[in-house]
């Protein structure tokens, strides 16, 4: 669970710094260029980030203090090592709440985008010669090679695509009678520039984020914030492909969509040209200005974006974290090793003065007796990641001082997952000793 979480945050602030970046830019850059940077959004939210990337005010592990850490650790560890006994953490319970959210939502996504499919795979194309062969114009103008369908029917109220992998263009019957050719062109080149910008698969990657993170309001406030900006590098897409026709005769077709419309939704899945009505201001506004836009801001779209995906994507190795202490990170093992053979005595003693003073010998050995003896031997432990500090809380108040705050991904005979968190400080006379201790499951 606390992976979710961190993603979950992870996404929240690459919306955030994208969104700021969009409406900076949007009255001067051009929707070819804007359109790289949201795409990080989604993948930010799934992608796994390591924490040392970010500041140690966010990312650093909470370090328990020795007097302080034993009974946590009974409540969490010893309940995973009598498999059930005590019944589900505190932990489990938000874990299986989080599953359950997740896929209550994915089966209703699942769910309606199968009938909408279904529903519409069952109409039947036109054969209309003078409208497909004004869509197969439109698709070589727009550079669209695909095959794609036209449905022209009753039951939809505004211009919309639906599908990838076989995908239809929906167009209310009454629509080619009381469209010009032109406003008729203007509504197709919206719909394509759709297909052509990958509208339909990213929007169900946003279904998966919102999925996933359906508990974090900010992954559905992304996900429209995306969905406002989609129609408007739709309309910009379509102007250009339009050429010469003027911006009115495009802002026509646009009204004229919304008014039929009515409000009605689109089908499930299903882009419409109509379908962001309350950004439809801005939408006229672009219309009649995308001419002033200008295409050098590509470049620093495609700047900018990879300064993003380099600050919020991009997957940082353990050794690439920049550990500024490789030797209280291989002081740690050692100390790990003395508790992994049972040498409980002695890892007090290597201890730091500051541990040693929140409890004495007899209370660590007895809390690691009950703690770490029912997990078992220790299978694995692999390195995670590393922060140093330069103050940690402790039962009495923040500490402060020199420390390396250290999580390993770590595997025992009793509990295969588990993560403990390790902080060692640097004492006067320069060796690194330990100042804490914690080992949780790895939810």
Known sequence: MNAILDLSLHGS????????????????????????????????????????IFPAAITAPIVHEAGAWGPMVRADAAARATAGTMGLSQSEVWLWLWV?????????????????????????????PELLG?????????????????????????????????????????????????????????????????????????AVVRAVHWFNPLAHVAFHAWANFREEAADETAMMCMKAASPVIYGEALLRAIREANGVAPPFGALAIGESIHNLKRRITMINQYQNKSS?????????????????????????????????VAAMQTWLGEIDQSQYGQSWKDASATFQKALTSDQWVAALNSVRTPLGKCTSRKFASSVRQAEVPSPTGPQKGDFVVTQFKSSFENLADAVETVCFEKGADGTWKASGYYIKPDI
């Open 13 to 52: 602030l690459a919306f955030l710094v994208v969104w700021a970046l969009d409406r900076l830019f949007a009255s001067r850059m051009r929707a070819a260029g804007r359109g790289w940077w949201w795409i990080t959004v989604p993948l930010a939210f799934l992608v796994s980030i390591p924490l040392s």
């Open 100 to 128: 359950a959210g997740a896929i209550i939502y994915l089966v209703l996504v699942v769910v309606q985008t199968r009938a909408a499919l279904f529903r519409w795979s069952r109409e039947r194309l036109s054969t209309d």
């Open 134 to 206: 004004l869509l197969e114009d439109c698709k070589q103008e727009a550079g669209v090679t695909a095959p794609i369908g036209l449905v022209v029917s009753d039951c939809v109220f505004a211009p919309a695509l639906l599908g990838w992998l076989r995908p239809r263009i929906l167009v209310p019957r009454n629509m080619p009678a009381s469209m010009s050719r032109d406003q008729l062109r203007a509504v197709l080149f919206h719909e394509l520039a759709h297909f052509r910008s990958l509208d339909i698969p990213l929007n169900w990657l946003f």
């Open 296 to 328: 050098r801001w590509l470049l620093a779209g495609g700047v900018l974006t990879v300064i993003i995906a380099g600050f919020i994507v991009r997957p940082i190795h353990a050794e690439d974290s920049g550990d500024p202490s490789p030797v209280a």
